[in-house]
C-alpha cells in the first residue's frame, strides 16, 4: 500500500506561482511513476505530469510544459510540482498518484494509477 497526500495547494493571481508536494508513505517510490493529474468542475480528470522516480524521466501535458516543473526528493520520499505563469484555466483540484507498472513512457490514464492522494485545491484569479 501506498499512502499518498498533496499539499501547497491555494489561491494565486495570475502569473503566480505555487509548488504542491506529493508524499508517499509506506512504500518507496523508486521504481514507480508519479503523476499529476487535475479535475476542475465538472470536467474529467486529466493528466498533467508525471516522473519515472528511477530515472527521473518527466512528461507533461503540452499546455504546461515550460510552465510547469517536476522534480523529487528521494530522501524524503516526495515528488513536486513547480506551477509557474498559472492561468485562471489552470485552477482545478490536483491530484498526485502512482502508477506500480514499470513502463518505458509513463501512462496518461487515470485508470492506470492505482493509487491517488485526496488532492489539494489550486484556484488563479483574473
Known amino acids: 500500500q501506498v499512502q499518498l497526500v498533496e499539499s501547497g495547494g491555494g489561491l494565486v493571481q495570475a502569473g503566480g506561482s505555487l509548488r504542491l508536494s506529493c508524499a508517499a508513505s509506506g512504500r518507496t517510490l523508486n521504481t514507480y511513476t508519479v503523476g499529476w493529474f487535475r479535475q476542475a468542475p465538472g470536467q474529467e480528470r486529466e493528466f498533467v505530469a508525471a516522473?519515472?522516480?528511477?530515472?527521473?524521466?518527466?512528461y507533461y501535458k503540452d499546455d504546461v510544459k515550460g510552465r510547469f516543473i517536476l522534480s523529487r526528493d528521494n530522501a524524503k520520499n516526495t515528488v513536486y510540482l513547480q506551477m509557474n505563469s498559472l492561468q485562471p484555466e489552470d485552477t482545478a483540484v490536483y491530484y498526485c498518484?502512482?502508477?506500480?507498472?514499470?513502463?518505458?513512457?509513463?501512462?496518461?490514464?487515470?485508470?492506470?494509477?492505482?493509487?491517488w492522494g485526496p488532492g489539494t485545491q489550486v484556484t488563479v484569479s483574473s
Open positions: 498518484a502512482v502508477d506500480q507498472t514499470i513502463l518505458i513512457v509513463p501512462s496518461t490514464r487515470p485508470s492506470e494509477y492505482e493509487y
Open positions: 516522473i519515472k522516480f528511477s530515472t527521473t524521466n518527466t
